[in-house]
């Protein structure tokens, strides 16, 4: 069983996905996502990358209500996040990196300066991080720990098993 430690650092999580605060997940908060993404690096809408993005936030937000949703109305509330997706994807993180991944490559795809799909500068990976409401310095730090050959950019492959294990491990 989860210790009330473990559930508070995640249900914390929680706001990361609440994209407008009003105290549950739902598609919209996917959305706003990925307009504000869009919006920061100045990627239209209607473009392929536009169009990967909203279809990746889709595909996540389809992810997440299919794990954690259990009354069925299309909302995610906080209890649904700790009780429904962590606890069924604590043992798993593949199974989250899965529902994920494509909306993070096409979040690094956006941010890439040339549309590289694979990879994201630290600093266009730091602006990620703030557009979706991660601190500053918690976002500098994060993305300084995932670029660990110090190449100066983050890849799909180190992005997503760390987002992953952000969200279902407890340290």
Do not use: C
Request: aromatic residues 8%; proline residues 3%; charged residues 30%.
């Amino acid at each position: 069983m989860f210790s009330s430690e473990y559930e508070r650092r995640i249900a914390a999580r929680f706001a990361a996905f609440d994209q407008d605060g009003n105290g549950a997940i739902d598609r919209e908060d996917f959305s706003v996502a990925a307009k504000a993404l869009l919006a920061e690096f100045g990627v239209p809408a209607r473009s392929d990358r536009g169009q990967a993005l909203y279809a990746g936030a889709e595909a996540f937000w389809q992810g997440m209500a299919g794990i954690a949703d259990r009354d069925g109305d299309q909302r995610i509330s906080r209890e649904e996040f700790v009780t429904g997706a962590v606890k069924r994807l604590r043992d798993n993180p593949d199974r989250f990196a899965e529902i994920a991944r494509p909306f993070l490559h096409a979040a690094l795809a956006v941010a890439g300066a040339d549309g590289d799909a694979v990879a994201a500068t630290v600093d266009d990976a730091v602006r990620v991080l703030r557009v979706l409401g991660v601190p500053q310095d918690v976002a500098r730090t994060a993305v300084a720990a995932l670029d660990a050959d110090g190449d100066g950019r983050v890849s799909e492959r180190e992005v997503v098993p760390a987002v992953a294990r952000y969200f279902t491990v407890s340290e």
